[in-house]
Every structure is written in structure tokens, then in C-alpha cells.
């Protein structure tokens, strides 16, 4: 870690101040190309003394304690000095305006400017001196406006600044209901939406634009310089990388935002990379990729034969493709040849069982003989040679883990469903097949005894000596409730009240593997965990997540907020999660109120579904309305209710309930109503 260092001149420019001491320096307002990206020139202040910014006083200027590559600009403390640059915009749009800062006290400011006028500004720069970034959100500007960038020095500390960027405003901005949040939650639930949506929004690249490629902790102005795509940070703030773990745990997140042409650019690319010469001895996709959208991040890309792999992954971004496409219901995502080579590819088909991927995974000689069910095996507990598992902290070496089988099985489960939206019911028969196949085997041999209830007994990995791994796991071990591997019952309920103990106990040291937690919760509705609903129970790990924020993260590099899938992933919990949302390919959708005790009423508004946007709002866990706020798009909306209950009044018309189960068991009431475009409807149920 770099410590700060206290601010310093470079001679040249300590000259040039010295002889415009007192003196504004007038610096002409640059103009980017035509139709061109918005973009700052200079914005790692990295050509020094240039006239791309305007600096006041000898108290302002660059130095050399920067957040990345060897330079970065400075106020020193005291009022009235300030550092700002202006530029044309090549085309109208809105934008978000972020930089990254450290300061030794508060109080200075980051300001944007619209035509000389102030339109946005960032609260007080903290006193924090680990670099954090800074973001002016949603200011919308026309072609030929020009826009100034600038930062206000602070009476109680200095402050440095490095690497300015622009980011497009996301297309979609989902709102709660102030008037419609009731507990005592509330509060820190619209806190928390407010920053995680900010924070989410800043993390995406500007297409179009020039940056470093190969960029990090061990290059930091990188190897090189190329175009960005349409991309968002899915990993490390200091990697000019999107990773596959990220992306996948962030796919939800990006599409309630609206940037679904950045998920699928970035699901493109690694689905691309995996057919790639440079993997095909193995089809795994790359670990990490730049911003490009096709290099590989050579912090985690050796060779063909050296680059890191851990098997959750390529069947993760199976199971992503497939709810990108339920999502929105684009039909690129299930006709497109590079994604439907990669599924077949990963997870087989009904000509070829099991496909490339996983036969070049199962050795001959299998350290765990799993009969005719396909489970792939990793030989090695280092990442560069293929691990098991996403816990890279695990010590042994495994062969198989949880983590893997759970993400296996929902890969099946998404390639079913993609077979299913292109009439192929000969594959999707394979694949549901294989799903409760490989599910039998895990429940019924592979996790151990299932008659055994103690949840410390369940088996989450199998060492290469072909060991049973039993006890805290980590990744291994939510996992597999994570991806409803795991069979309903007291076995799996137990297994739930372990992981929430260890969690708090024995959980890991980095924040952003804490993410998972809530979404493990999710997935089992009206669970009891440790004496507590699944619903408060997942809320009390995103209250959690969302009170590190302010912390140095472990690599001590950063805070916690400042990690990206922090943000992403506390965007989709609370609209996916704790609305208890399922899309069903663009037309249709489910729900299911998983507010916790402290929240009794909540809406959120503007939640794109297919094509068009919905409102939801929960009253109570009996009462729901969902206003279609499309121009035209028709929604088949069926709304669920925990319990079995007598009545239900669907648009204010009583009728029949219908009754469902859930995954783990619980009874569920339910009706099913067309929704149609300016229209709404409230669904209740009573006993």
C-alpha cells in the first residue's frame, strides 16, 4: 500500500506557479471531436503542468501521491483555491461525473458546472486519505454546452485528486416511495437504494473512450491504451477489468439500471473467450477481460495453459445468459450462435451429454466416481492450474465443491429454459433430466448421510485425495443453498441457521463474498433461520454490507463501497429480493413480498421488464398492486402469498385461490391476471 504522501510540486510546474502566483490561469475551453465521447482531457493529470486544467494560486497544482499512475492533482488547504477544467460536449446526453479523492480533513467540494452555471455537486470530500471515489450523478447537458469539472479546496486539509472520468447516466432509475415505505427501516432502506444506485451507475464506461489496457496494483497506468466498449467495472477499481465471478453476481443489478447493452457485451465477451484459441484446450472463458471487450486481463492470463479458472464460473455465466434473457426477452440471447456454442459447450447437449467443457474437466479416472451423473473435477488448489471452488482461501486442494455442483445445476436449469424459447424440447428434456440427475446425486449420495440432520455433517467438497469435506466452507458451503441444490426439509433449514453462525462467527474477511448472504435468504422464502424469518435474515446481512461501505476493504487499497459489486448486488436485493420479483422473458413476471418485519409497506417504481417498466408495491405481505407502466406492453402478472389462505380478490373481483409450493416446501397462494399498458391491479388474499 502506498501511504500518502504530504503534497509536493513537480519542478517545472512549481516554477510556472511561481511566476502566476495570485494569478488566475486562463486556460481555453477544450472541445471534444464531434459526436465524440464526453470525456476530460488529462484526467490521471498524468502530462503534469499542461493547459488541460486550470489551477488558482501556487496553492494548487500536481503532485505525486496518486491514485494510479505517477501523477495527480492537489489543493492545499486553505479557502478559495480550486482546480477545474471545461469542455464542449460533443452531443447531448446525461452523465455521471465521478473522480477519485483523498483528503487529510472535510470540507472541500466536487462541482459541475453547466454553461459557468453550478448544477450538481458531490457532498463534502471526506476526510479519508485511501483514495475514494466521488460521483455527481444524472446531470443532463445538449450538444455545444460546456461543462466544468471542479474541485473547491477545503479549510481544514488538503486535498488530492486523480483519475476524472465520465460515465452515460444509466438509462433506468428506479425509485421508493417515500409515502409507501412504512417501519422503521425505512430510512436506511432509501439511504441505501440512493448510494447503491449512485455508486452502481459510476462504475460505467464511457464507450467509445481511451484508456489503459492491462492496468493494475502492479501497473497502474498499464500496459498499454485502447478503446472501451460498452462495459461496466465488475471487479478490483484499480484492474481496468470486468471479472467473470463479478459480472455474474452483477448481471441482476446492471439491468434494473438499464444497461443491458453493457451485460450483454460483457456476457458476449467471455461466452466469446471460451471458443478462443487461447482456452480451447479447456473452453474455460477468461477469468478477467478489459474494457475493450476482448483482452484478457494479463494480471489473471498467462498462457493458454496458465490463466486462472475455478469451475462455478463458465456454469454461472450459463445460468446469467439465461436471466439477461428473462429479464428483458431478448431473443439474441437464446438465437445467437457465440452464446448457444458456449451453453452447449459448457454444459452438453442431448447428441453430445455432457460437451467439451466438462469432459475436458473429468479426468479417467475420476477422484470421485459419480456413476453416470457429469461432475467435473479440478485437480489443483491453485487458481492458475483450475480450482474446484470460489474460495481461494480453502487450503486443499479440492476436486469437488458445492459451489461447483450448485452452479451446475442451475446451469442445466438455464439451458431448459433457453431450449424451451426456441421450441427445442428434445434438449430441454436433456437438460431437466441432467438438472435432477445431478441433483439426486448430491442430495441422495454426494453430500453424505441424508438421513443425518446436523448440518456441520453436510458434505460441501471432496479433497483430491477424494476426502469428504465437511464444516464451514465459505463459498462451498452457501452455495449450494444459494442455487436450491440442496432438498427441502429440516436437513436444508438447518444448513440455512448454519451458514447465518458462521457467517457471523467465522466469516470472510473481504465484504464483497458477504453479498451472497442475502441472496442465499431469498431463495427460501418463510424459512425460519436461527429464530428469524429468511426475509429479516437477509436484510440484516444487506444492513450489514451497506454499514462497511465506509471501511478500508481488505487489500487496504480502498473502502468497501468503493468494490462494485457492493453496489450492484444491494441494487438487486432490494428490487429483486426483498420485492420478490421473477421475470418471466420479457411478458411475464411473478412476486412474492419478502419484506422483513421492520418494513411493512414498500413500492418501487420504474422496474424494467421486458420492454417496458412496472411498479410494484406491497402493502403487506397479503396485499399487492402492479401498475404496468408501459406504452404498450401487456404483462401476465402472478402474484404470490405465502400461506394457504380461503380468499382472494384479484382487481376487485373475488374468485378461487389457486395453490402452489415452494422450493423448499412452504404452501403459497396465488392468482394470475393480464396486466395491460396504463393499468394496474391490486391482488389480496385472506382467511
Known amino acids: 500500500m502506498r501511504k500518502h504522501r504530504p503534497p509536493c510540486r513537480t519542478r517545472a510546474h ?47 497544482g500536481v503532485n505525486e501521491n496518486p491514485h494510479s499512475g505517477s501523477e495527480n492533482g492537489y489543493l492545499n488547504q486553505g479557502s478559495g483555491y480550486s482546480m477545474s477544467q471545461t469542455v464542449t460536449a460533443p452531443q447531448s446526453g446525461t452523465y455521471d461525473f465521478s473522480g477519485w479523492f483523498a483528503a487529510s480533513g472535510d470540507g472541500g467540494s466536487l462541482v459541475i458546472k453547466v454553461n459557468g ?9 471526506p476526510a479519508q486519505q485511501i483514495y475514494n471515489k466521488q460521483t455527481v450523478s444524472r446531470i443532463s447537458v445538449n450538444q455545444g454546452d460546456t461543462i466544468t469539472f471542479e474541485i473547491d479546496s477545503s479549510p481544514n486539509g488538503w486535498i488530492n485528486v486523480d483519475d476524472v472520468e465520465v460515465s452515460p447516466a444509466a438509462p ?130 498467462s498462457s493458454s495453459t496458465s490463466f486462472v479458472r475455478e469451475l462455478p464460473g463458465p456454469f454461472e455465466l450459463v445460468q446469467k445468459i439465461d436471466d439477461a434473457y428473462t429479464w428483458t426477452g431478448d431473443g439474441d440471447y437464446v438465437i445467437d450462435s457465440t452464446l448457444s456454442t458456449y451453453v452447449s459447450n459448457t454444459v452438453g ?32 488448489s491453485s487458481i492458475w492450474d483450475g480450482t474446484a ?69 453436510v458434505v460441501r467438497a471432496y479433497d483430491t485425495s477424494g476426502n469428504q469435506m465437511t464444516g464451514w466452507g465459505n463459498e462451498n458451503s452457501w452455495f449450494m443453498p444459494l442455487k436450491n441444490l440442496m432438498n427441502s426439509g429440516t436437513r436444508a433449514n438447518n444448513y440455512l441457521g448454519y451458514i447465518d453462525t458462521q457467517a457471523t462467527d467465522s466469516g470472510p474477511a473481504n465484504l464483497e463474498a458477504y453479498t451472497y448472504l442475502p441472496d442465499v435468504y431469498f431463495q427460501h422464502p418463510n424459512v425460519t433461520v436461527n429464530s428469524s424469518n429468511s426475509s429479516d435474515t437477509a436484510w440484516k446481512w444487506m444492513r450489514y454490507v451497506y454499514s462497511k461501505i465506509g471501511d478500508t476493504h481488505t487489500t487496504g487499497k480502498f473502502l468497501n463501497g468503493d468494490y462494485p459489486e457492493i453496489s450492484f448486488t444491494l441494487v438487486s436485493q432490494i428490487v429483486q429480493g426483498l420485492m420478490g420479483i421473477q421475470p418471466d422473458a420479457g411478458n411475464a ?17 420504474s422496474i424494467p421488464v421486458g420492454s417496458g417498466t ?64 396504463g393499468s394496474s391491479c391490486q391482488v389480496s388474499v385472506s382467511d
Not at 452555471?117 to 470530500?125: D, Q
Not at 479426468?363 to 451423473?373: K, R
Not at 481461494?392 to 438455464?414: I, N, P, R, T
Open 614 to 677: 412496472v411498479t410494484l408495491k406491497h402493502s403487506s405481505a397479503t396485499d399487492s398492486t402492479l401498475s404496468n407502466t408501459s406504452s404498450a406492453s401487456s404483462y401476465s402478472w402472478t402474484a404470490k402469498f405465502i400461506g394457504k389462505h380461503n380468499n382472494i380478490s384479484v382487481c376487485g373481483n373475488s374468485q378461487t385461490p389457486s395453490y402452489g409450493t415452494t422450493a423448499d416446501g412452504s404452501d403459497y397462494t396465488y392468482a394470475t391476471v393480464t396486466v395491460d399498458a
Open 589 to 605: 413476471l411473478s412476486t412474492l413480498s419478502q419484506l422483513p418485519g421492520n418494513i411493512s409497506s414498500l413500492q418501487v417504481s
Open 14 to 60: 512549481l516554477g510556472l506557479l511561481s511566476l502566476l502566483a495570485g494569478t488566475l490561469i486562463l486556460i481555453p475551453v477544450t472541445t471534444a471531436h464531434a459526436d465524440g465521447p464526453l470525456v476530460f482531457a488529462n484526467p490521471g493529470f498524468e502530462s503534469g503542468a499542461t493547459d488541460d486544467w486550470t489551477f488558482t494560486t501556487d496553492q494548487a
Open 349 to 380: 447437449s442431448s447428441s453430445d451429454t455432457t460437451g467439451p467443457f466438462i469432459k475436458n474437466h473429468t479426468p479417467s479416472a475420476p477422484v470421485v466416481d459419480n456413476g453416470d451423473v457429469p461432475v467435473p473435477e479440478a485437480t489443483s
Open 389 to 457: 471452488t470460489y474460495n481461494e482461501g480453502s487450503g486443499a486442494a479440492l476436486a469437488q465443491a458445492g459451489d461447483a455442483l450448485g452452479s451446475q445445476y442451475q446451469a442445466y436449469l438455464a439451458a431448459e429454459n433457453l431450449a424451451k424459447a426456441k421450441n427445442d424440447g428434445t434438449n430441454a428434456d436433456h437438460y431437466s433430466q441432467a438438472a435432477t440427475d445431478l441433483r439426486d446425486r448430491f442430495n441422495n449420495t454426494w453430500s453424505g448421510d441424508s438421513g443425518n440432520d446436523t448440518a456441520s455433517k
Open 172 to 301: 433506468n432509475d428506479p425509485q421508493i416511495s417515500d409515502s409507501d415505505c412504512s417501519g422503521s427501516d425505512c430510512a436506511t432502506l432509501q439511504a441505501m437504494f440512493n448510494w447503491a444506485k449512485t455508486k452502481a451507475n459510476s462504475w460505467v464506461r464511457m464507450p467509445d473512450s481511451t484508456g489503459p489496457i492491462n492496468a493494475d496494483e502492479n501497473n497502474t497506468g498499464g500496459s498499454s491504451t485502447g478503446t472501451y466498449s460498452t462495459t461496466y467495472w465488475a471487479g478490483y477499481p484499480y484492474r481496468s477489468d470486468f471479472y467473470l465471478r463479478d459480472t455474474a453476481h452483477q448481471v441482476v443489478g446492471a439491468h434494473l439500471l438499464g444497461l443491458d447493452k453493457e451485460n450483454k457485451t460483457m456476457l458476449k465477451a467471455f461466452a466469446t473467450s471460451a471458443n478462443d484459441s487461447n482456452t480451447s484446450s479447456t473452453n474455460d472463458p477468461y477469468w478477467s477481460i478489459n474494457f475493450d471487450a476482448r483482452t484478457p486481463g494479463s494480471i489473471d492470463y
Open 117 to 125: 452555471t453550478a448544477v450538481g455537486s458531490a457532498a463534502s470530500i
